[in-house]
């Protein structure tokens, strides 16, 4: 591989875009990723573009409820016995950001950003050829009784301040718009303006295919450390192989942290282990995604099937996977889903890559201003993906960011 201007680490929907908003600046790209495109959290997310998702996950509502969902191990929100201790200390930093004043830093941040994103999707969308499968069907939060519908309006208030569109709802106007919720629910939040992508899998492998019809080039190695030298970056692969770049974009998810340290730089990441099973297309009459919030998942429609799932394990990279939380989410919806066919389904578990403060790391490293971070968006990656792209271009080529990114500075821990 010739030495490129750029090399982007990770290959997952963040990098991908932030190496097409590169090329499109004049620059020469190179990728690399110890899989390949898309084999990450890119593949098996949700596929929603969450823009109104302004409120950050660490907040005193999350507290109030935190205690509850770790007493079940198959619950919203766990943390495995064996995980517990090595854990502590990012759930320590987690429950600081949960304080009243940072909650509101952090909420204005998330909003310039997802303010940012949203603006640049559709022409991002246009220019990669991947416009058509963009979708605007909306999102319907669902809330089992008038208690829990009361206390998320506060967040509803946040957002008709910053200008989102929703529609408070009883339940036969839920039935109009989505037939077959379970009665239990009586009380529901439309987002008309929600948008999601067809599939999201798909999706990264068009942005893969987009960027190398543009010259690029994508590589399959593990990287194991980052070396500033004068002319630029050195890349150290698990092989030992040497690459050399300019400048050098990390967008590793999950495994960012790792790479990072080799500068010298300790970034609190943790992995937000996310699990889901995708049914046949024909599963469910779905028209709309459906988030379950107060059991922690969504059901979401695809071109490729209908995806139950979500929650938050907090339990890193090395264990193994807990298949019985993607049942566990998979028996509520055939409770909450009249006619759902729970058949045919294909499990699935990811990574998420998550910092205590619900905020990605953007900006450059301590150690050389030739390495830029990308990483950390949690639930968000697909959301923020091309807001953080136009950020990545912007600081490659020495323009000013289009938005203030203190909060996200790298460092900021």
């Known amino acids: 591989m010739a030495r490129p201007d750029v090399m982007v680490i990770g290959a997952g929907v963040v990098g991908l875009s932030a190496a097409i908003a590169a090329q499109a600046r004049g620059l020469s790209v190179a990728v690399v990723d110890r899989e390949g495109p898309a084999a990450g959290a890119s593949a098996g997310n949700a596929g929603a573009f969450a823009f109104t998702d302004i409120l950050p996950l660490a907040s005193p509502g999350i507290l109030k409820k935190a205690p509850k969902w770790l007493l079940d191990p198959l619950g919203p929100l766990s943390v495995p016995p064996a995980y517990a201790l090595q854990i502590a200390p990012w759930m320590f930093r987690f429950w600081r950001a949960c304080q009243p004043s940072r909650v509101a830093r952090s909420t204005s941040a998330q909003t310039s950003l997802m303010d940012l ?98 010259g690029g080039v994508i590589e399959t190695a593990e990287i194991s450390a980052l070396r500033a030298i004068p002319t630029g970056v050195e890349v150290v692969a698990a092989d030992g192989k040497l690459r050399q770049a300019g400048k050098v974009v990390l967008a590793a998810g999950a495994f960012s942290h790792r790479i990072a340290k080799t500068l010298g730089e300790h970034i609190p990441l943790e992995t937000e282990r996310g699990y889901n099973t995708t049914l046949p297309a024909d599963a469910f009459d779905l028209r709309t995604q459906i988030t379950f919030g107060g059991h922690g998942f969504v059901v979401s429609k695809l071109s490729t099937g209908i995806r139950v799932g979500g929650a938050v394990e907090l339990g890193g990279l090395a264990l193994a996977p ?92």
């Not at 058949?343 to 301590?366: C, H, N, T, Y």
């Not at 971070?373 to 960011?401: C, E, M, N, W």
């Open 117 to 214: 994103s949203k603006a640049e999707l559709e022409p991002f969308l246009a220019a990669t050829d991947t416009f058509s499968m963009l979708r605007k069907e909306g999102n319907l939060q669902v809330y089992e009784s008038e208690e829990e519908f009361q206390a998320s309006l506060p967040g509803w208030e946040v957002r008709r301040n910053h200008g989102i569109e929703f529609q408070h709802l009883k339940a036969d106007e839920m039935a109009a718009i989505q037939p077959g919720l379970a009665s239990r629910f009586t009380r529901g939040t439309f987002t008309p303006g929600w948008y999601s992508i067809a599939d999201p899998k798909l999706y990264t492998l068009a942005l893969a295919n987009n960027f190398r019809s543009r």
């Open 322 to 413: 807990n298949f019985r939380r993607s049942e566990a989410m998979l028996l509520k919806a055939r409770t909450f889903l009249a006619g759902l066919r729970p058949e045919g389904g294909v499990q699935w578990m990811g990574f998420r890559p998550s910092l205590p403060d619900s905020l990605p790391a953007i900006g450059s490293a301590k150690a050389t201003p030739d390495v830029i971070y990308a990483f950390g968006h949690g639930h968000l990656g697909l959301t923020q993906s091309a807001g953080t792209a136009r950020i990545v271009a912007d600081l490659l080529t020495g323009r000013k960011p289009a938005i203030d990114l203190t909060a996200f500075s790298p460092q900021r821990f």
